[in-house]
């Protein structure tokens, strides 16, 4: 079993949670990288941009007072009747983006942080005011009183390619200023469940616990990156896997905090989900690619505009869209105002329909219960939803479909990712309000079957395949 781990400080605090099968996300703090084609390497080697980069690379030291859980753990103050909380300390880094004191660094690096202290490289040390964060992407903004600081100039992140030097300027486990080399391996890096919005360079330049919220930057000293992540194994040490958030992305954030003391991104008001083949199969889809609209907002802008669930979203501005990731990152992108014209494919036919974009609302971001009924050619027990149903899981009231109550495993429906707790709606694209209707729906002979499931307030469709 492998673990999701952050590194707050240099003991290694498991903050996160099981994925089960997949890698080891590790956060680690403090790393700059420095990117450069092979074929320009400079005679002597890198000394002239790493000291160009040290300066400018800080260490950030942030105090954090936590409550105590353990009763047993020991209070402070007479008869410990103070608050069962600690302190605890915990440190990164950050770069140096204006003479003036403003400093890019990970959000998880300050976050819950009361005081920040900021030391230079000249051992010069300031309190620092986070200007501003965002967790969405792992960035933040904090300012420094203090001015004719050196400087890593914000580059072009785009202009990074696979195979480019990379080295990496940071302070693992407590050495002091260590430098390491690698190259950028791979661009574009998303669907990794780290951030909300992730486009990664990824780099095999050495990274260990202590590296967060350092930079990414070519030999001409141009920050292209903050660093934010590594791969793992349970021991936290460097795997020759870690992510680095694009300075282009980085610089539009920063612009947002501190223009707007908040990151204004885009909204149309959907839900998505990823294509695979069954459900490209299901919905007419000649490939994979495009991502399947599973709820619109009914005052959004997608609505407005007359998107509907089931379609599939192919183009955004004529530019083909691969993935959910993809799509998230460019309607965000757009500025509130800004008219985007979607591709979907709906029935087999493709329509053109644009969409004024907005901004993202701010949280966008006792009854007898009837007994289940088996639905047993698909593997699963069913019940209606009713007003008490609705209150215990949470769910808008007047939600209607059935509920799934208990799935059983090595089933069609157990292979298709039904859940205890879903809420079937729709079957082959027919709403259903009871037990009964769904039973109806699903007892023709057609042997692929498409739901849509209600998931905790989300919605998403599944594929029902009673071949397997």
């Not at 440190?91 to 983006?97: E, L, N, W, Y």
């Not at 202009?159 to 190259?183: E, K, R, S």
């Not at 998107?307 to 757009?334: F, P």
């Not at 050619?377 to 479909?401: C, M």
Request: aromatic share 4%; with cysteine; hydrophobic share 40%.
């Amino acid at each position: 079993m492998k673990l999701i781990y952050r590194f707050p400080a240099i003991g290694m605090c498991i903050l996160a949670a099981v994925l089960g099968t997949g890698p080891v996300w590790a956060q680690g703090k403090g790393t700059s990288v420095v990117a450069q084609s092979v074929a320009a390497i400079p005679p002597g080697g890198f000394s002239g941009a790493v000291k160009q980069a040290v300066p400018a690379v800080v260490n950030i030291s942030c105090v954090r007072v936590v409550r105590v859980t353990d009763p047993k753990a020991p209070v402070s103050g007479p008869l410990g009747l103070l608050p069962h909380t600690r302190r605890e300390r915990d440190s990164g880094s950050g770069v140096v983006v204006t003479p003036d004191g403003y400093i890019l660094t990970n959000n998880h690096v300050i976050e819950g942080a009361t005081k920040v202290t900021v030391s230079l490289s000249d051992k010069r040390e300031f309190n620092a005011t986070i200007v501003g964060s965002d967790d969405k992407s792992d960035v933040a903004v904090l300012k420094i009183e203090a001015g004719n600081l050196p400087v890593l100039p914000l580059g072009d992140s785009s202009t990074a390619q696979v195979g480019d030097i990379a080295l990496a300027i940071g302070n693992p486990f407590g050495l002091g200023q260590t430098v390491t080399m690698g190259i950028v391996s791979a661009l574009g890096r998303g669907n990794l469940g780290i951030e909300r919005y992730e486009d990664f360079i990824q780099t095999d330049a050495a990274i260990n616990p202590g590296n967060s919220g350092g930079a990414l930057i070519n030999t001409k000293g141009e920050l292209i990156g903050i660093n934010t992540a590594i791969l793992a194994n349970e021991n936290g040490g460097n795997q020759g896997v870690g992510f680095a958030i694009p300075s282009n992305m980085a610089r539009n954030i920063m612009s947002e905090i501190r223009d707007h003391g908040e990151v204004i991104r885009g909204w149309v008001g959907i839900e998505i989900q990823d294509l695979s083949g069954g459900l490209a199969a299901a919905f007419g889809v000649p490939d994979n690619n495009g991502v399947l609209v599973t709820d619109i907002e009914s005052d959004g802008p997608a609505y407005s505009a007359g998107l509907q669930r089931g379609d599939v979203i192919r183009q955004i501005d004529g530019r083909a869209i691969e993935d959910g990731r993809m799509l998230s990152m460019k309607i965000a992108e757009a500025s509130p105002g800004r008219t985007l014209e979607f591709l979907v494919l709906r029935d087999g036919s493709e329509r053109r329909l644009p969409a004024v974009v907005e901004k993202m609302p701010s949280d966008k971001q006792a009854e007898e219960n009837p007994e289940p009924q088996s639905s047993r050619k698909l593997g699963l027990a069913i019940q209606d939803v009713n007003a008490q149903i609705a209150r215990d899981l949470g769910i808008e009231p007047g939600t209607t479909g059935v509920l799934v109550v208990a799935v059983q495993p090595e089933s069609p429906a157990f292979d298709s990712g039904l859940q205890p707790g879903d809420i079937v709606q729709e079957v082959n694209r027919k709403s259903i309000k009871t037990a009964n209707e769904f039973r109806n729906a699903v007892s023709n002979p057609t042997d692929v079957i498409l739901l849509s499931v209600n998931r905790g307030g989300h919605n998403l469709y599944m594929v029902v395949d009673r071949r397997v």
